[in-house]
């Protein structure tokens, strides 16, 4: 049975990629440094990284070493949806979930990773409003230790603001 070598018949996304410049280089998480490596080497390690991981991978020569560092996540190839939901059924292609969502009236639900990165940003700041929020309702909390010790204060004073004796006051 022949051995079909896929990676020369798949195109890889870090191919597409440019060479990045120094100061985005300087930005990276290192991922290696290692000794003297043939440019060509160095080149195919990154278009591997890149590709199994799914990060931008760029080298350069620091000291007469290869300095290895991942950039940034690649940029997806499809921002669609892989597939679409109608009620519980999931369709692999679009026209059978718009013929299913017309014949039972129900709304069509794109799956996948296609979030834009502006909802994600707003999604985030909301989250951090509600950190906020969560933050400052500890804060006024009765459980919190300032408002225990003024409980405890309170009550001490309260025990001791009892009537009590008058005291007689001395006759020179």
């Not at 120094?22 to 060509?40: N, T």
């Not at 109608?86 to 718009?98: H, R």
């Not at 300032?146 to 309260?158: E, F, H, P």
Request: net charge negative; hydrophobic share 40%; with cysteine.
């Amino acid at each position: 049975m022949p051995t079909e070598n896929r990676s020369s018949n798949t195109a890889m996304v870090s191919d597409k990629l440019p060479p990045c410049a120094d100061d985005v280089f300087k930005k990276g998480v290192s991922a290696c440094l290692v000794g003297d490596v043939p440019k060509h080497a160095a080149e195919t390690i990154c278009r591997s990284l890149s590709a199994v991981t799914g990060w931008k991978i760029d080298w350069h020569y620091v000291g007469g070493r290869t300095h290895i560092k991942a950039l940034a996540p690649a940029p997806q190839p499809h921002p669609d949806p892989i597939a679409w939901m109608v009620g519980t059924a999931f369709w692999w292609t679009k026209e059978e979930a718009e013929r299913d969502a017309a014949d039972t009236g129900l709304p069509i639900l794109g799956l996948g990773p296609m979030l834009d990165s502006a909802e994600v940003e707003r999604l985030r700041a909301e989250l951090r409003v509600q950190d906020e929020l969560l933050e400052d309702a500890y804060q006024r909390d009765i459980g919190t230790p300032l408002k225990r010790k003024i409980r405890t204060q309170r009550v001490a004073l309260s025990a001791s603001a009892e009537p009590s004796e008058p005291v007689a006051e001395a006759k020179p």
